[in-house]
Each structure stands twice: as structure tokens, then as C-alpha cells.
């Protein structure tokens, strides 16, 4: 009986904890798409993700933004989808840890370029306390 009871408990928590994790990826999403919008680009709710993983013991989260780009505008591209998810996580106070941007650019075959960013460095580039050129030249490359 004991048990069941405390299965029930741990149960209820995981359902509560992914309720809220939900609504804070849909509150980021909706401080995102703002900014998006006004650059023209189209990011799904589906592409703007929150994952959790684990990297060396420590739970890791992770801000995903997916978004499709004219060859010539990828640059471009990227640089929205991290001001977007800076002012999304400045907003919303929300304790990611890294964000990273896929842009999907259709040239004769699909390619995708992928960077990875401290969420720290994502914030200093919302508040203007790093420039672009230094930005970019901290991200990671995939």
C-alpha cells in the first residue's frame, strides 16, 4: 500500500513538472515569435523546443530554435533566432543553459547549419553588453 502511495506522489510530480515546463516553453515561444515576425520568419511552436539532457552528471537545458532560410540570408537567420531566444529567456526568467539554432537553408539539397550558445552570451547580445562580432565568433559550429 505504502508503495503505490509513493508511486502516486512521484507520479503527480512528473505531470506537474511537465505542466510548467510546458507553459514556460510556450510563454518563451510567444515573446520569440514577436521578434520573428517582425524579420518575416516563420518558426512553428514545434520547431521552438526545450530540451533536458545530461552532460557530465549535471541536467543540462537547452533552448532548440529550427527555422528555414533563403541561401543568401542564413547569417541573417541565425542572428533573429538568438535575439528572439534572448529576449524570450530575458522575459520570461527562464534558467536555460544553452541555446542552439538550426537554420535550414534549400540549395540544390537541404543543408542545415548549426551553432551552439551559452545562454549567458545569448543575454549579453539582448542587453547590448556583447557586440555581434563577438558573438559569433564564440558559438560553436556544427
Known amino acids: 500500500m505504502h508503495f503505490k502511495k509513493l508511486i502516486l506522489i512521484t507520479l503527480s510530480l512528473l505531470f506537474l513538472l511537465s505542466l510548467s515546463f510546458g507553459q514556460s516553453s510556450s510563454a518563451m515561444y510567444k515573446e520569440a515569435q514577436k521578434i520573428f515576425m517582425s524579420y518575416r520568419y516563420q518558426v512553428d511552436y514545434a520547431d521552438f523546443q526545450l ?59 537541404e543543408v542545415s547549419i548549426i551553432s551552439t550558445a551559452d545562454a549567458v552570451d545569448v543575454l549579453k547580445l539582448h542587453y547590448e553588453k556583447m557586440d555581434v562580432s563577438t558573438f559569433m565568433g564564440r558559438l560553436t559550429w556544427y
Open 51 to 109: 530540451k533536458t539532457y545530461k552532460e557530465n552528471g549535471d541536467t543540462i537545458l537547452q533552448l532548440l530554435v529550427i527555422m528555414k532560410s533563403g541561401r543568401n540570408r542564413f547569417d541573417e537567420a541565425i542572428l533573429v533566432a538568438y535575439a528572439a531566444s534572448g529576449s524570450a529567456i530575458a522575459k520570461t526568467n527562464a534558467a536555460v543553459d544553452r541555446v542552439s539554432v538550426v537554420v535550414k537553408v534549400q540549395y540544390k539539397d
